[in-house]
């Protein structure tokens, strides 16, 4: 880096403060704020920024490392967003933080997408007996079991967990849609639904049924409450046969009277939130 250049800029920013203090001509920045300037100067252990009104900012040695792939290519003249972390330091400058930038954009459109009710495509990196591992805009995320659509979520008789897994390793690396559903980013609590995103899907093909309908289908799962009943006219649409309603008589697993594959008649009884909950017809 050039000695006097840095000088130079260093003088000009001591000056911006002076008028400041002064006058208070320039606009206040406050740690947390996220900020675009022009890259002044490039070195190892120190970047200047011409933050326009604000003055000059820097980034320095951990930071530049820390952000080294963010940074690699960028030269003088290059915009750049960071964010401020001291608004005005002991060498006169706001000090700089290029990742916690870019954390703070990804946070912020997360958000922005929950408030808009946006369905997005995810693809599973992980799994745990909870549910799948995801991510979105660069930030790690959870999908857990409960929220999985019910052509996705493990069907699993006997609640053993290792077969819950199993299932759910399926999932890993395929493109699912869903919605976020809650979001923090102090915490970085990040939760998405897939079955929130198949409700207003579902909720206008349901609305081509109605209550105490027969329709034909198939046996598409069974767990320890039921069985699922995927439509023969519309695959689109499953269907849930509690397991008081699968015989005529008291069972004490669904796996007694059905199993995948099968071919059923079922009534529906109610179409709620997408679903339609059904009675085994004979």
């Given at each position: 880096?050039?000695?006097?250049?840095?000088?130079?800029?260093?003088?000009?920013?001591?000056?911006?403060?002076?008028?400041?203090?002064?006058?208070?001509?320039?606009?206040?920045?406050?740690?947390?704020?996220?900020i675009e300037?022009?890259?002044?100067?490039?070195?190892?252990?120190?970047?200047?920024?011409?933050?326009?009104?604000?003055?000059?900012?820097?980034?320095?040695?951990?930071?530049?490392?820390?952000?080294?792939?963010?940074?690699?290519?960028?030269?003088?003249?290059?915009?750049?967003?960071?964010?401020?972390?001291?608004?005005?330091?002991?060498?006169?400058?706001?000090?700089?933080?290029?990742?916690?930038?870019?954390?703070?954009?990804?946070?912020?459109?997360?958000?922005?997408?929950?408030?808009?009710?946006?369905?997005?495509?995810?693809?599973?990196?992980?799994?745990?007996?909870?549910?799948?591992?995801?991510?979105?805009?660069?930030?790690?995320?959870?999908?857990?079991?409960?929220?999985?659509?019910?052509?996705?979520?493990?069907?699993?008789?006997?609640?053993?967990?290792?077969?819950?897994?199993?299932?759910?390793?399926?999932?890993?690396?395929?493109?699912?849609?869903?919605?976020i559903i809650?979001?923090?980013?102090?915490?970085?609590?990040?939760?998405?639904?897939?079955?929130?995103?198949?409700?207003?899907?579902?909720?206008?093909?349901?609305?081509?049924?109605?209550?105490?309908?027969?329709?034909?289908?198939?046996?598409?799962?069974?767990?320890?409450?039921?069985?699922?009943?995927?439509?023969?006219?519309?695959?689109?649409?499953?269907?849930?046969?509690?397991?008081?309603?699968?015989d005529h008589?008291?069972?004490?697993?669904?796996?007694?009277?059905?199993?995948?594959?099968?071919?059923?008649?079922?009534?529906?009884?109610?179409?709620?939130?997408?679903?339609?909950?059904?009675?085994?017809?004979?």
């Amino acid at each position: 880096m050039n000695t006097g250049n840095v000088l130079k800029t260093k003088s000009l920013s001591i000056l911006h403060k002076v008028l400041k203090d002064d006058s208070q001509s320039f606009p206040m920045i406050r740690p947390g704020d996220v900020i675009e300037g022009l890259i002044l100067e490039k070195g190892s252990r120190i970047m200047l920024v011409d933050l326009g009104r604000y003055g000059t900012g820097a980034v320095y040695g951990n930071e530049l490392q820390s952000a080294r792939e963010m940074t690699r290519g960028l030269r003088p003249g290059d915009k750049l967003l960071a964010k401020v972390i001291d608004s005005d330091n002991e060498d006169g400058y706001a000090e700089l933080s290029i990742a916690e930038a870019g954390k703070q954009k990804a946070w912020d459109e997360i958000i922005e997408l929950k408030e808009k009710d946006e369905i997005i495509k995810i693809r599973p990196s992980g799994f745990n007996k909870g549910g799948l591992i995801v991510e979105a805009c660069g930030i790690k995320g959870f999908l857990p079991l409960s929220q999985l659509s019910s052509e996705h979520y493990p069907k699993v008789p006997d609640g053993d967990s290792s077969k819950i897994v199993q299932e759910l390793q399926r999932l890993v690396k395929e493109d699912l849609a869903v919605k976020i559903i809650d979001v923090n980013s102090k915490s970085n609590k990040l939760i998405f639904s897939e079955r929130a995103a198949m409700e207003e899907g579902l909720k206008e093909l349901a609305s081509n049924y109605k209550v105490d309908e027969v329709i034909e289908g198939i046996i598409s799962g069974v767990a320890s409450f039921g069985a699922f009943v995927r439509f023969t006219d519309n695959p689109a649409v499953e269907g849930l046969i509690h397991i008081s309603e699968l015989d005529h008589r008291l069972i004490d697993n669904p796996t007694d009277v059905v199993k995948i594959g099968d071919a059923v008649k079922a009534k529906i009884l109610e179409i709620k939130d997408g679903r339609a909950n059904c009675l085994r017809a004979r």
